[in-house]
Every structure is written in C-alpha cells, then in structure tokens.
C-alpha cells in the first residue's frame, strides 16, 4: 500500500475517535490493529487530527510498551519473566529462547520479536508464555524447543 | 439422554489445552454415539486439575483431571460420559473435593458454575437481585449498606470501599458534562495474582452489576473498565459480556426499565504496569502517557475528566452485588477484626495444588500451602512466599504462622496486597530476587519521581556489586539507605514499596547476599 494511502486510512480511524474522551489510546490502539505498528511518519498525521503536538503523541506512543514502532516480525513470542514463573524454572526458559532465536528479550529479528512480559495471568500455571496470541502453561523447555523450531521452519 | 459436560474456557484452561480436550471429547462422543452437550464455564480454580472436565450426572457434577486430548479416548472407554468413577483421574463429585469443598466462595460462587456469557445462567444462580434491590433504595441508602458490610478495596490498598463512595457521592462536579465515573482497575500485573482475570472470565455480569450499582449509590453514568492487554481473551469474554448487557437492559438508558441510566465503556492499556496505580491508569484512560499524579486531590474529588471518580478494582466492584443481595450482616460476619468478608487468595508458583481459593479472611500462611497447596511441586522444601505481588515482601518459614488479614500481615512488615501468594523452593537465591525487584522498577516506572526512576537502577546495580562480593559490607549499608530514601521519597507504590522485597530479603535471608566477612574491599570506592 502506497504510503499516502496509509496516511489517508490512519487519518480516517483517527477521526473515529475524537470525539471519544480520552480517544487517542483506543486510536492508536486502532491503528496498531489495522497495519500491525504505529509508523513514526503517521505521528503528524494522528496529531493533527487529535490538535496535539507531535512531541505529545511521541511521547505516549513510547510511552507503552505494546505500542510498536516498527513492522512486528512473524512471529511473537512472549514469556513470563515474573516471579511467579521464576519460581517453577521461568529463567530456564528465557535463557533456552534467547539461546535457540540468537536474538536477546526486547529484540528482534525478521522472523521472531522475543518479548519479555510481567505476568500472563497463568501464575497457578506456570512458567507460561504466549505465542502469537496463544497461550501455553506449564511451558517445559522441551516444548519451547519444539514450538520454536516448528515456527523456525515454516 | 444428552449428557451435559462442563468444560472451562478460562485462560488457564485454555493454555493447558482446554479447546482440544473440547474437540477430541466431541469428536469421541459422536464415534460412541452418544448425544451430549459441551457447556464452556469459568474456571473452578483448581489449576492443577486443568483441563477439568465436569459430567453431570444425578447426584451432581463428577470432575475429570488433568484431562489432556489424548486421555479423552481412554476415558470415554471407561464410562466419562455416565460419570464412571473409577478411573485414576476422576475426582468424585466437584463439590466434595476437599480443596473445593472447604472455601466459603462469595464472590467466586458462581465462577467455573455458569456458562459466563448467558445472562440466564447468572439469574438462576441469584444474579440481579443486588442490583433489584438497588433501584429501591437511594443513594445513601446503598451506601450505607456497603459502610455496613465492612468490605475494604481489594486491590491492595484496602481502603473501606463505602467511605470512597460517600465521598464521591458528596462531592460536586465541575466540568460542562456534569458527569461522575465508575472506574474499575482490571489492570491486574501483579505476577502471582490472577483473581480478577478469572472473574471476569468466568462471571463478568457480576462486575458489570457491581459497577451499574455503585454508580446509582454516587450518581455516575459512565463507567470504565481499565483491562491490561496481556489479556487478550478477557478482552473477548468482556466485550461480548457488556454487548449482552446492553441488549438486556443491564446497561443503557434505562436500567432494569428504571429511571436510572448506566454507560459501560472497556479501555485496553498497552503494557505498562504503572498503570495498574490508580492516578496513573486515570491519566491513560484519559489518552495521554500513564504518568503518576500527585495526591491530593484525591481521584475521589478530582479523577477522570477532573470529575469526582470511584476508582475500584474488579474483585471490589464483584462483591457488591451479593452484599446488596444477602445483606451486609451475612457479608460482615466473614473475616476478623477489621478485616471483614473473604478474599480471594491466589496460590501459585512452586506449589502443587496452584489455584484460587476464596476464604473468610484468617488463615494462617503455613496452614493455606499444607492443606491446599501440599508443598512444593518440586517436592523440595519451600523456602520463601512472596505475599501481596511484585511489590510484597518475602517471607520465610518463621513466619508462616502469620493469618493472612490486613493487620497482621501489617505487623510483620508485609503487606496482604491483592492476596497472592508466590511459593519459591530452596533453590531460590534470594539475592538474585533482590536485584530482579528493582530490575521490574527500573523497567515499569513512570519516571516521574526521582527516588523510583534512578533508585531502583542504581538500586539493581548495588545489589549486583553485593552478588559479586564487591565492597559487600558498604554496599548492604547504602542499599538500605537507597531504600530508606525510595520509601519516603516516593509519590506513588512503585517506588515506596518496591524497597518491601528487597528488605525483606536481606533481612531474612542474609545468607544468600554473603558473608561480608570475606569481603577484601570494603571502603575502597564509597567514600570517593
């Protein structure tokens, strides 16, 4: 999609949403929805809709951590690093994905985003990650070894 | 006959496999050819049982669990579908399993009982009658009735939730709107808790009612439902949820065909766990960055909007209507002292009965993970419980006669929270927890306060110089005077409570920082 199109449709869903109050998350959250990130060239365009400044809307784009500002990878993959998990052999996990994916947590490459969550809500199942939006408790390394090289080869 | 199973869509269940257990039983019944109806609950919350599946059968709903897909054929061999007992994985009747059998679930009643999303399931199980009774009574009438059941805010604070509402109801608004707000706290990060979710998964009207309720009791239309994004299927149950309401007149204009009109609105956050504090999560609901705001003004006089706003959190806001249907003498003869009512404790981490368990408050800590947790899951000795969150502190064997109430977890320097417990065996290092406490910090502050933003960093990096025997003894001395400045400089929990943890560990777990005896350069680089 040509870049003026995107502006276009980013305007549009913005628009949807002044008149909401407090509209500007549910707007960006719209817009992640639709094209998967929040581009840093739509960052004027979404502000002149809501007559903010950029710098304010920068400045809540990063702000939050699951606003992205750039394309996601294929695939997402989340694991919890709280305590919860920590106590049932979560960093066993998280050393195995970093080692497996050769990226680090927060990082990506094109293929895989490894992501660090603070809890899943799945404590009483834990260690628990999410793998493009589905969830998995009682997470073994065997089974986050076989997930990871079953996506590795798709 | 059709036969009637239960199985959960709860999160919980889902991650360990519920939908396929859904698909191998359905596809097992048509090859035996016997009719039967799946029926998706909430979760009962015995995770360790998960996927639970429930057959009804004359005397009651007969459990089966763990049940993964490839035990289903097995178990319709050997007579799941008539409730046969005797295989290894039955569990008897539901409601006679010891870990069930023995809670007093009020808020919980009707979670992992009903279909969530069918408004006649939530009436047949007494759903409505709060809110019945409600329309009957003024404003101060239906906050007297909360001041009298002694509930307090369960998310962490526990501030008596009939007190905030006589406040919100007595203040005046201000803005062109003319508009007071219900906000209900969904922004659940703690690790270790995960009450709110299964509620909402599994009895959402009941938060719906409780929000439509507390604001005919302070004269709101609107309400917020603040959700974290971790929790994407929440987000399905709810949405659909507040759909149905509106379609049943629940929500709307007319509530009940009442005078009284309610607007439910569901906000998503986006990953921040500050937002979980109550000034932050108003400043992101209104579109900008979750910055902590300084109080007073409280978000009572002066919240949402700059508008006089209730701010509770789900388990609060659930309670209400079975106060206003039982009353609040049935409600506040649960618990001790000023602690009334139950609470909804989350067992988890390294335990082998994880789950929720909802008790009048009172229980001893050491009682709580024998009899319903049975030890770890290792089967190593249990070390350390983490109470009340990231935030909460650790506390050792010692100190596991403790009832878990808000005044005595107070007097041992802890702090109940939003009742979650984190077992941790004796392989924890206690050190390296220290220095993931203030890692979390330095991650989720907001950074409007200088003590969290650059405390917590340097906080991580003194504990870390502790762990490499680097100037031990000087670096425990100004570890504790960076907490001491943290707790009092402060404006918001994040910062004051995360020294909890950390104290907390070097205090009774001394050994795992090391022997500052062997410590060769005490002195060499603090006093430069």
């Known amino acids: ?154 | 006959m059709t036969t009637s199973i239960y199985i959960s869509q709860d999160s919980i269940s889902l991650a360990l496999g519920a939908d396929e257990t859904v698909q191998a039983i359905a596809t097992a019944a048509v090859k035996v050819g016997e009719p039967i109806r799946i029926i998706r609950t909430g979760s009962r919350g015995m995770a360790w049982l998960e996927p639970y599946v429930e057959v009804l059968t004359p005397n009651g709903r007969i459990g089966y669990g763990p049940v993964t897909e490839t035990m289903v054929d097995e178990l319709i061999d050997t007579g799941l579908l008539k409730g046969n007992t005797e295989h290894p994985l039955c569990q008897g009747l539901t409601e006679q399993i010891p870990y069930f059998k023995s809670q007093q679930r009020l808020t919980f009643a009707r979670v992992g009982v009903i279909d969530p999303l069918s408004i006649e399931h939530y009436e047949s199980e007494g759903g409505l009658q709060g809110l019945d009774r409600a329309l009957c009574l003024s404003a101060q009438q239906i906050i007297d009735e909360i001041k009298a059941s002694g509930l307090r805010g369960r998310g962490g604070a526990a501030f008596p939730t009939g007190i905030k509402w006589q406040t919100v109801l007595d203040a005046s608004v201000s803005g062109s709107d003319k508009n007071k707000y219900i906000v209900c706290n969904a922004d659940e990060g703690d690790s270790g808790t995960f009450a709110d979710r299964m509620l909402m998964e599994g009895d959402p009207f009941s938060l719906i009612e409780g929000m439509v309720i507390a604001g005919l009791g302070v004269g709101a239309t609107h309400g917020y439902i603040y959700l974290r994004s971790e929790y994407p299927h929440t987000a399905e149950v709810l949405t659909r949820a507040i759909e149905l309401a509106y379609q049943q007149q629940l929500l709307g204009e007319a509530i009940r065909a009442s005078a009284h009109a309610f607007h439910l609105h569901l906000r998503i956050g986006a990953g921040a766990y500050i937002c979980g504090e109550e000034t932050s999560m108003l400043d992101s609901l209104e579109g900008k960055r979750g910055m902590v705001r300084v109080k007073p003004p409280l978000p009572a006089i002066n919240g949402l909007f700059g508008e006089p706003t209730v701010v509770n959190n789900v388990i609060t806001l659930a309670t209400v209507p079975m106060i206003l249907q039982q009353g609040a003498e049935h409600y506040q003869q649960f618990g001790q002292g000023e602690s009334r009512g139950t609470l909804a404790i989350q067992l988890s981490g390294n335990v082998a009965q994880a789950g929720l368990v909802e008790l009048a408050f009172g229980i001893t800590i050491d009682e709580l993970v024998r009899t319903y947790g049975k030890g770890s899951a290792t089967g190593r000795p249990l070390r350390a419980i983490q109470i009340g969150g990231p935030l909460g502190a650790y506390l050792p064997s010692s100190l596991w006669q403790t009832s878990l109430d808000y005044e005595s977890m107070a007097s041992v320097g802890a702090m109940l929270g939003h009742g979650g417990l984190v077992c941790f065996d004796d392989t924890v290092d206690m050190a390296e927890q220290a220095e993931f406490s203030m890692r979390f910090c330095a991650a989720e502050s907001c950074g409007k306060c200088t003590p969290c933003r650059i405390g917590s960093v340097r906080g991580a990096e003194t504990i870390a110089k502790i762990r490499r025997n680097e100037s031990r003894k000087d670096n425990l001395v100004l570890l504790e005077d960076l907490c001491e400045t943290m707790v009092a400089g402060s404006l918001c929990a994040m910062g004051s409570l995360t020294p909890s943890p950390v104290r907390s560990a070097v205090q009774h777990f001394r050994q795992d920082f090391g022997d500052v005896n062997d410590d060769q350069m005490s002195g060499a680089d603090i006093d430069a």
């Open chain 1, 1 to 154: 999609m040509k870049s003026v199109d995107c502006h276009e449709r980013v305007s549009e869903i913005c628009k949807s949403f002044v008149d909401t109050p407090g509209g500007l998350l549910p707007a960006l959250w719209a817009i992640q929805n639709a094209y998967g990130y929040l581009a840093p060239e739509w960052t004027q365009t979404i502000a002149d809709d809501f007559n903010l400044s950029a710098a304010e809307v920068y400045g809540v784009i990063s702000f939050y951590k699951a606003l992205k500002t750039c394309q996601p990878a294929k695939h997402q993959i989340a694991i919890c690093r709280a305590e919860a998990c920590q106590s049932m052999g979560g960093r066993n996990l998280e050393k195995t994905a970093v080692k497996c994916l050769s990226i680090e947590f927060d990082s990506s490459d094109r293929q895989f985003d490894l992501e660090s969550v603070y809890c899943l809500g799945l404590c009483a199942a834990a260690p628990a990650m999410m793998v493009d939006g589905r969830l998995y408790g009682r997470v073994t390394e065997q089974q986050l070894l076989s997930t990871l090289e079953r996506l590795q080869q798709e």
